[in-house]
């Protein structure tokens, strides 16, 4: 079975400054879908970024960005020139690229909570 | 495009009650899914709807159940409620791709207290 971590509980940054957000999963799976989601006070969970495991080129959106290292199966969130409003609980989360449904679903990490400091 | 809307937000039930949580998809959005988020457990699977038809299911007992109507809206329902049922739900749509490629989309959650 697959399992997404999480290993950092609470992150916390300086406004304007970088900060990475960890995430390594394990699958036996060579095609898969990772995601980074985006869930602050308000508790609407947000859709950050995503990766496709067959592209080698990491996704970027804005000032978002993943380390993807496959081999590693790590999955790290690069956030820059962190803004107030980036405060929030940040879930990795995996899926199967495999059809079938037995392996559509979403599988998430524990979710680290991120910290901007002004 | 509005997004994926449930109703509703906030509700407060005793134990050994039935609720029933609703879920409207995003536009054209067939496939629902539904996911419980506690602080003990986290974010866990309920189960996914397509086509009127439940896809699969997590590993929940049989007091927590659901289905999909035509239109694509969907409920799910909890009976003999107990107090560990106390969570946030988030119920999520996607157009549900061979591949599994799509990106599911959020509601704003109902969170369920159970006194």
């Known amino acids: 079975a697959q399992t997404v971590t999480q290993s950092q509980p609470e992150m916390s940054v300086q406004e304007a400054e970088t900060v990475t957000l960890s995430c390594t999963y394990d699958?036996?799976?060579?095609?898969?879908?990772l995601f980074w989601y985006k869930q602050p006070p308000s508790r609407q969970m947000i859709l950050v970024i995503r990766?496709?495991?067959?592209k080698q080129q990491n996704a970027t959106e804005n000032r978002f960005s993943v380390n993807f290292q496959k081999a590693a199966k790590s999955f790290s969130l690069k956030i820059s020139d962190s803004q107030l409003g980036d405060a929030a609980m940040y879930f990795c989360?995996?899926?199967?690229?495999?059809?079938?449904?037995?392996?559509?679903?979403?599988?998430w990490g524990a979710g680290t909570k991120l910290i901007i400091k002004p | 495009k509005a997004g994926v809307t449930q109703t509703p937000r906030y509700l407060i039930k005793t134990r050994g009650q039935q609720v029933t949580l609703s879920c409207s998809p995003i536009?054209?959005?067939?496939?629902v899914s539904w996911y419980q988020q506690t602080p003990g457990q986290g974010l866990q699977f309920l189960f996914e709807?397509?086509?009127?038809?439940?896809?699969n299911k997590g590993n929940f007992p049989g007091r927590f159940s659901g289905r999909q109507f035509s239109n694509s809206r969907s409920e799910m329902n909890v009976s003999t409620l107990e107090l560990g049922d106390s969570a946030l739900y988030l119920c999520?749509?996607?157009?549900?791709?061979?591949?599994?490629?799509?990106?599911?989309?959020f509601g704003p959650g109902t969170r369920l207290l159970v006194l």
């Open positions: 999520a749509s996607s157009r549900r791709l061979a591949g599994g490629g799509e990106t599911q989309y």
């Open positions: 536009s054209g959005h067939r496939s």
């Open positions: 709807y397509f086509s009127e038809t439940q896809r």
């Open positions: 699958t036996s799976e060579s095609d898969y879908y």
């Open positions: 990766q496709e495991a067959y």
């Open positions: 989360a995996y899926r199967s690229a495999r059809w079938g449904d037995s392996n559509y679903q979403l599988i």
